[in-house]
């Protein structure tokens, strides 16, 4: 307990990342998407653009416009609205995934993907750093360039901030890809409704999210405020 107590905005980070490993990797082997990006839908717009495919041109724009949504709306929330945005966060990540897993085979499998791309994105959003340290919980390329640089840095310098970055990026990196390890088994084992396996991480990262706002009312009772 009292690691957790000591560690807890690392194992959130953690958890979250394990979250984004998922999602993605969820995403693309129950529905043939990597719903964690835009990088790679864009390059497919253009593709379609240049072939003339009109309707799949169209459901690019569709996720655009959904990706870019959910940042929007997490942006607009932590700046205008007092709501936990990261309690929501995890709640629109476990709506994501039913509605996903929900949604009919019938239907196009590229807007079966639509609900994750709004998570995904609002996640990014109420979950992009761990301490002084800038890290994105839904993509390994930034996190990539980080732990190179800081063990870099580290080997050379011998500063302690960079040794505990170097660590923080590793162990980030590691839960992304466990994440996604998990996302792809639970696909293998039910297909789409393998989505409900994300459950087990999101109910520990509420957990912790439930501690933390616990030692915050905790502290604040001791103060007297």
Same mark, same amino acid.
């Given at each position: ?34 719903? =964690?990006?835009?990088?790679?839908? %864009? ?38 609205? =007092?709501?936990?945005?990261?309690? %929501?966060?995890?709640?629109?990540? /476990? ?7 929900? +949604?009919?085979?019938?239907?196009? /499998? ?41 063990? %870099? ?9 960079? +040794? ?44 912790? +999210? ?16």
């Amino acid at each position: 307990m009292d690691t957790l107590q000591k560690h807890r905005e690392e194992i959130l980070h953690y958890l979250m990342t394990f979250m984004g490993g998922f999602m993605g990797l969820y995403a693309i082997c129950a529905h043939g998407s990597y719903g =964690s990006a835009q990088t790679g839908n %864009l390059m497919n717009l253009l593709i379609d653009l240049s072939d003339g495919n009109g309707f799949s041109a169209m459901t690019r724009i569709g996720a655009f416009v959904i990706f870019s949504s959910g940042i929007a709306v997490s942006w607009l929330m932590h700046e205008f609205c =007092s709501l936990p945005m990261r309690e %929501l966060c995890i709640l629109v990540d /476990a709506a994501a995934l039913m509605l996903s897993a929900w +949604l009919p085979e019938e239907l196009f /499998a590229f807007f079966r993907v639509y609900p994750l791309f709004f998570a995904t994105s609002f996640q990014w959003g109420s979950f992009n750093h761990v301490g002084r340290y800038p890290s994105a919980t839904l993509f390994l390329t930034g996190n990539l360039k980080n732990c190179i640089t800081r063990w %870099l840095k580290y080997i050379f310098y011998k500063d302690a901030q960079d +040794l505990t970055g170097a660590c923080i990026y590793t162990l980030t990196i590691t839960s992304y890809l466990l994440g996604g390890s998990l996302g792809c088994a639970a696909v293998g084992t039910h297909g789409a409704g393998g989505a409900y396996w994300a459950f087990a991480p999101l109910a520990a990262a509420a957990w912790v +999210l439930w501690q933390e706002r616990r030692a915050e009312q905790k502290t604040e009772q001791t103060l007297g405020v």
